[in-house]
């Protein structure tokens, strides 16, 4: 099979060559027919007669493609080397060392528990594909006029989904089936980020033969998300092809343009797949970003496309300062530069769509806009170089094929170590600093050193790994008011059971703490819950409380800094970093004083849990009230914070 389809690839390549001779690029060498005697086997006469004889060449040599027609061997030699090596190495692995296959291996394994075996990833791959695809299709050549409408109400009506899931589950019958049918046999379909070749494909097909009932109820499991992904991903691509196909394209010239429609994850370069192994999404960064360009530079209708959708931002931008107030500013800005947000009349709470990278750095702009007006019109602060500054930093990270950009650092949303480090070395980086990939503290600060690591959580943190981090704590040595040997925040295990498990383990553990939540009465957290926090967000007890202590660590590094050049008689640095960080120093006494009152009400929450003489429903009243007044002097605390914020802009 692997021969034949490979054969098939050949074919196609000479006809490139016989369509396109050139001599100094590539040559096709023939076989020929020569006389000879011919003996009959059943008589022994001999007569004369024509045998093929084959050109002859080393099939190892590197400059040689083989092919054959009607059976009959024919050889293409590739002049060009670089040619030569990238044809040879289709289906073919070029990384036999043990060490890289095992960390392809690995990142694929991985990539897979982030998309394609993520019940979530659907539900933003949808947004962002339609999306995408909307904007570049208008750079396809052939695509009919109104292919775009026909596309975006077949992918809302999920038709074209639909039709790509039945044939993937072996019901050819409708339409669309059959149409993904010959996509799928031209070459179009699109799978995730994988490298395939013979010895990988071998290896599933024997793990499938080998695997017990347990471990086939969980590739079932894992295959039928799987394919709802691949659905998906699909889905536009197909729309497009039929829409081509319709209108006389042929199947190579208009699987190709569907193919290329967004982000073709099967399109890499010789060494994308061992970078894309320590970086794992550099290549599909590089694709969308290159394709986006491409269409851009390429096409007047993409680029009035893009103006369109920094008016958009603008507009946006306007309607829900006029809906909520200054409510939208309290979102976080890394939220806001992925999604589209709509802001609900009369609540605190909003719809986000989630938004293509690349093209939402016109929205961004936009909206940066749109907050230049209110400015303008007294109802904002924002200068025009903070302005620029913003719609910088979204461009420079969404085409950094690295994840977080060097223009951001300065803001806090990440670090250069976390830049630069490997994929796998993510969550050891992200624990050693105590901040999460968008610049949130991982697990609260604590300035009580007494007070055990696995005492130290915040409150939307899965009551599984509340009870492990104590577990361990406790048969090490430790108990609620001492250190053990193995003493570690509940925050920090979760942090690792979530990188280990990918999409996979944060869908689950999201699932089953939401579900915890409700049997207990305990505050509904959108932003914990699984496929509605990706579409849905508000601000709650357990956000605001993640608000304060990520104010609070800016707050108190600032008066840090400012101490420390005073003790060291850096009398100007101590100068300007007070006037720098004003709001902070500013903030400075009420934030403290919140802190250390929350600390005391640990204390006393601690104290009410441990007391065997309170009933249970008395407990409850207990905590209820300490929640609560830990509630307003949150508030009470982030109020003056962001007032003193508000009042440094210039």
């Not at 023939?30 to 007669?49: F, I, N």
């Not at 970086?279 to 369109?308: H, P």
């Amino acid at each position: 099979i692997v021969r034949s389809e490979k054969n098939r690839v050949n074919k196609t390549l000479l006809r490139l060559v016989e369509s396109h001779p050139d001599p100094d690029v590539w040559k096709v060498y023939r076989g020929e027919y020569k006389r000879t005697l011919v003996t009959d086997p059943a008589t022994g006469t001999e007569t004369v007669g024509s045998v093929f004889v084959p050109p002859q060449f080393n099939r190892d040599d590197p400059s040689i493609v083989g092919v054959k027609i009607g059976g009959k061997q024919t050889y293409i030699q590739i002049l060009n080397p670089n040619l030569a090596r990238a044809l040879r190495g289709v289906g073919a692995s070029e990384f036999d060392h043990a060490i890289v296959r095992n960390m392809m291996k690995l990142s694929r394994f991985y990539a897979q528990l982030l998309t394609s075996w993520n019940p979530e990833f659907v539900v933003g791959n949808f947004f962002k594909d339609v999306q995408a695809a909307l904007v570049t299709s208008m750079d396809v050549d052939g695509l009919p006029q109104g292919a775009q409408k026909k596309i975006l109400a077949e992918a809302l009506s999920l038709k074209s989904i639909r039709g790509v899931y039945n044939a993937l589950r072996g019901d050819g019958s409708s339409e669309y089936a059959k149409w993904f049918e010959e996509f799928r046999h031209a070459g179009g379909k699109i799978s995730f980020m994988e490298y395939n070749d013979v010895e990988r494909i071998k290896e599933r097909i024997d793990g499938m033969l080998t695997a017990g009932k347990t471990k086939r109820a969980f590739t079932q499991i894992a295959k039928y998300v799987e394919d709802v992904n691949t659905s998906v991903e699909n889905g536009v691509r197909l729309s497009t092809y039929v829409a081509m196909r319709k209108a006389g394209i042929s199947q190579d010239k208009a699987a190709y343009a569907a193919r290329e429609l967004t982000v073709n994850f099967n399109r890499k370069g010789e060494w994308g797949p061992i970078i894309n192994s320590a970086y794992m999404f550099f290549n599909a960064s590089v694709q969308g970003s290159t394709r986006m360009l491409q269409a851009i530079g390429r096409s007047k209708a993409v680029r009035r496309a893009v103006v369109a959708i920094a008016f958009g931002g603008m507009a946006m931008e306007i309607l829900n300062y006029i809906i909520s107030g200054d409510d939208d500013e309290k979102i976080k800005p890394w939220i806001k530069e992925r999604n589209m947000i709509f802001m609900l009349p009369g609540r605190k709470d909003y719809i986000m769509i989630p938004m293509p990278y690349g093209y939402n750095v016109p929205y961004i702009a936009g909206q940066k806009m749109g907050e230049m007006f209110r400015t303008i019109a007294g109802h904002g602060k924002l200068t025009p170089a903070k302005a620029v500054a913003g719609i910088m930093t979204s461009l420079l990270e969404s085409f950094n094929p690295l994840g977080t950009s060097p223009a951001i650092l300065s803001e806090g949303k990440g670090s250069f170590l976390q830049m630069v480090s490997p994929t796998i070395l993510d969550p050891m980086v992200q624990v050693a600093e105590n901040r999460s990939w968008f610049g949130g503290p991982i697990s609260p600060t604590k300035y009580d050193r007494n007070k055990p690591d696995s005492e130290n959580y915040f409150a939307s943190v899965h009551p599984a790994f509340i009870g492990a981090a104590k577990f361990l704590n406790s048969t090490t040595g430790g108990n609620a008011a001492k250190s053990g040997m193995l003493d570690v925040s509940p925050e920090v295990l979760e942090h690792y059971a979530q990188f280990i498990g990918g999409g996979v383990a944060k869908f689950l553990l999201n699932a089953t703490g939401t579900g915890a939540r409700a049997l207990s009465g305990d505050e509904f957290i959108p932003e914990k819950t699984p496929i509605l926090r990706r579409v849905y967000g508000k601000q709650t007890d357990a956000s605001r409380r993640g608000d304060f202590h990520e104010a609070w660590a800016k707050v108190d590094g600032a008066h840090y800094e400012v101490i420390q050049l005073n003790n060291a008689d850096d009398r100007d640095g101590a100068l300007r970093a007070r006037e720098d960080q004003k709001a902070e120093i500013e903030a400075y006494g009420a934030m403290r004083g919140t802190s250390k009152a929350l600390s005391q009400y640990s204390k006393q929450r601690a104290q009410v849990q441990l007391n065997r003489e309170t009933s249970d429903a008395e407990k409850k009243t207990k905590l209820e009230e300490i929640k609560q007044r830990e509630n307003q002097l949150i508030i009470r605390a982030l109020e003056i914070y962001n007032a003193a914020k508000k009042r440094q802009s210039p």
